[in-house]
């Protein structure tokens, strides 16, 4: 077998692959002799079809056939004949299959790109921390009361903040329109679900009571026709009903599992959940950076044919959150360029940490792994089944092991990048707008961005994309 090696673009490679004549065609042969005494002809015994008439027949397509299976075995003897690591599946093309000639065929595919690690001194982190105040705990309380509010009818005039029920007839220039009307309408008031003029009227009304005024349409609403003109309503409220927050009381905390030690047990679970999100905060925070600095400091080219791949996992993904079928975003034929520099992000960020746990020789620690279950297993009733049901997945503890590893080069970079301690406000740390970059004010001022509003942030996601591009990584390998 002879092969040559042509560099084409990029990673792009074409083999050229020359197998002799003989080889091929004993390859043939046999595979012919082997069905002859299988076929059966009119006109001939069983197993006594001459060799000719066999070969007339289906010689063509024991051939191609012959020639498939050569194709795929010579390629992967040449690659390691070669020692080359190809990154996507060949794209193989018959050159010359014609009898007493060697059979010739060309293999073109991309290989994976050689990475040179830069020096992690080069990495800059800023590492957030923060204490749980008292205060900050309160705001959670608040937030969880706020989360299981209920509605009850309010007997007083609607407020903003109150849920209302209307029926409505809009009319201009004396006609109704069909588009302004409506029964049994709900919404609540001051959240701007409905134009501003028809909030402003139904304020102050009771359960039961009607009122006919002008509302004005803004500029930019979605009915044409309707846009800046004044419309007469007349407004029938059915319901007027106020958000009511729960009591503090062990109705309250057994929704969060609290059964026993009343309001002090319910106020340390809450610390508690606050402390594992601000520790996960910073920790996703601090992978995010790095994640991105070895994105920054790693100039080289990446697979296209990983990238195409990486582009359909995206596309999935976006429409898994609109709770689509996976595939359905190619029938909406979204263009690849959307998803282009994220894809290329994500397979160059598992390439280079992929090089990392290769030439650290890192290993998934199993105390780690370990203690990644119990973590995952922690809010069950049954910890001890959810871990054996992990132990019970390869699929499931593989991801975990991977995350754990994941975690083990983030940890290995960091001992030797440059890391700036930021203190913050638990809602600045957990907002990202701790770390955040300075934002501009409309005068192109900077702003120290102290504000859990002024800068949030995904925090985590890239280092998500990137632990799924690492593990795609090592399925192409």
């Known amino acids: 077998m002879n092969v040559s090696i042509e560099t084409l673009t990029g990673l792009e490679r074409r083999l050229t692959i020359a197998i002799d004549s003989d080889t091929f065609e004993q390859q043939i042969t046999s595979r012919l002799q082997a069905a002859a005494g299988q076929v059966k002809l009119p006109g001939f015994r069983a197993g006594k079809v001459p060799m000719k008439e066999v070969r007339r027949r289906f010689g063509d397509s024991v051939r191609a056939e012959v020639a498939g299976e050569m194709?795929?075995?010579?390629?992967?003897?040449?690659?390691?004949?070669?020692?080359?690591?190809?990154?996507?599946?060949?794209k193989l093309d018959v050159v010359k299959m014609d009898p007493g000639v060697d059979f010739e065929f060309t293999a073109t595919f991309d290989v994976f790109p050689t990475i040179e690690l830069v020096n992690f001194e080069k990495v800059n982190v800023k590492r957030p921390s923060a204490q749980i105040e008292d205060a900050d705990l309160e705001n959670m309380i608040e937030r969880l009361r706020d989360q299981h509010a209920t509605q009850e009818a309010a007997e007083r005039p609607a407020e903003d903040g109150d849920q209302v029920k209307v029926d409505f007839t809009g009319e201009l220039d004396g006609e109704r329109v069909e588009e302004a009307c409506g029964e049994g309408m709900a919404f609540?008031?001051?959240?701007?679900?409905?134009?501003?003029?028809?909030?402003?009227?139904?304020?102050?009304?009771?359960?039961?009571?009607?009122?006919?005024?002008?509302?004005?349409?803004?500029?930019?609403?979605?009915?044409?026709?309707?846009?800046?003109?004044?419309?007469?309503?007349?407004?029938?409220?059915?319901?007027?009903?106020?958000r009511k927050l729960p009591d503090l009381d062990d109705e309250f905390y057994a929704k969060f599992g609290i059964e026993e030690g009343g309001e002090a047990a319910f106020r340390e679970e809450v610390r508690n959940n606050m402390q594992r999100e601000l520790e996960g905060a910073q920790k996703n925070q601090v992978k995010q950076q790095v994640m991105d600095s070895l994105a920054e400091l790693h100039e080289f080219a990446v697979p296209a044919d990983i990238v195409h791949r990486e582009i359909h996992v995206l596309k999935d993904q976006m429409m898994s959150q609109f709770q689509m079928p996976p595939g359905q975003a190619q029938s909406l034929d979204l263009p690849d360029a959307l998803f282009?520099?994220?894809?290329?992000?994500?397979?160059?960020?598992?390439?280079?940490?992929?090089?990392?746990?290769?030439?650290?020789?890192?290993?998934?620690?199993?105390?780690?792994?370990?203690?990644?279950?119990?973590?995952?297993?922690?809010?069950?009733?049954e910890p001890d089944q959810v871990i054996e049901w992990y132990r019970g997945n390869p699929e499931q503890m593989s991801n975990i092991e991977m995350s754990v590893l994941e975690d083990q080069v983030v940890d290995h970079i960091l001992s030797a990048a440059n890391i700036e301690e930021v203190l913050a406000s638990y809602a600045d740390v957990i907002s990202g707008a701790a770390i955040a970059p300075p934002q501009e004010d409309a005068d192109g001022m900077e702003s120290d961005g102290d504000s859990a509003s002024d800068a949030k942030t995904d925090?985590?996601?890239?280092?998500?994309?990137?632990?799924?591009?690492?593990?795609?990584?090592?399925?192409?390998?």
């Not at 940490?353 to 069950?380: F, Q, T």
């Open 71 to 90: 194709m795929q075995s010579s390629f992967m003897t040449a690659v390691q004949q070669e020692d080359m690591n190809p990154a996507s599946s060949p």
């Open 188 to 242: 609540t008031l001051g959240q701007g679900q409905m134009i501003e003029d028809f909030d402003q009227g139904v304020v102050g009304l009771g359960a039961g009571e009607e009122k006919t005024f002008d509302a004005v349409f803004p500029e930019d609403y979605r009915a044409e026709e309707l846009q800046r003109k004044t419309v007469q309503f007349t407004v029938k409220v059915i319901e007027v009903n106020e």
């Open 340 to 381: 282009q520099d994220q894809a290329e992000k994500r397979v160059k960020v598992g390439l280079i940490v992929n090089e990392v746990i290769s030439s650290a020789s890192l290993k998934a620690d199993s105390e780690k792994v370990d203690a990644k279950l119990e973590e995952l297993a922690a809010p069950y009733g």
């Open 459 to 477: 925090a985590g996601k890239d280092t998500e994309d990137a632990e799924e591009a690492t593990a795609e990584d090592d399925e192409s390998k």
